[in-house]
C-alpha cells in the first residue's frame, strides 16, 4: 500500500504564503503523476496542480501564476508553494498520485488524508 502524508497547512492571512509538503512512502515502482487537489466547504473537489514524470507542470486557471508545484525526486515528496493567498484559496488540501506499485502492475491511485489551509485576516 503507498501512502501519502500532507503537512504544511494552517492559518494565514490575505496576501501571505504558505508551502505545502506531500511525501510519498511505501513500495513504489514507477510515479506518473502527483497532483494537488482542493475541497473548500460546500464544493466539489478540484484539481489545483499537477506534475508529469517529466517534470511537466499544470494548473487550474484560478492558481496559475500563483502557486507552483515542485518535486524532489530523491524523496518523493512534491511540494506546493502558494504565494499571494485569497480567501477563496482557503480548502482541505489533498495529495494524490498515480503509481506503478511494480514493474508488471497497472496503474493506482492513492489519496492522502489531506491538510487544512485557512487564509483569513
Known amino acids: 500500500q503507498v501512502q501519502l502524508v500532507e503537512s504544511g497547512g494552517g492559518l494565514v492571512q490575505p496576501g501571505g504564503s504558505l508551502r505545502l509538503s506531500c511525501a510519498a512512502s511505501g513500495s513504489i515502482f514507477r510515479i506518473y503523476t502527483m497532483t494537488w487537489y482542493r475541497q473548500a466547504p460546500g464544493k466539489q473537489r478540484e484539481l489545483a496542480a499537477v506534475i508529469l514524470r517529466g517534470g511537466i507542470a499544470d494548473y487550474a486557471d484560478s492558481v496559475k501564476g500563483r502557486f507552483t508545484i515542485s518535486r524532489d525526486y530523491a524523496k518523493n515528496t512534491i511540494y506546493l508553494e502558494m504565494n499571494s493567498l485569497k480567501p477563496e484559496d482557503t480548502a482541505v488540501y489533498y495529495c494524490?498520485?498515480?503509481?506503478?506499485?511494480?514493474?508488471?502492475?497497472?496503474?493506482?491511485?492513492?489519496w492522502g488524508q489531506g491538510t487544512q489551509v485557512t487564509v483569513s485576516s
Open positions: 494524490h498520485t498515480a503509481v506503478e506499485v511494480t514493474s508488471a502492475s497497472g496503474v493506482a491511485a492513492y
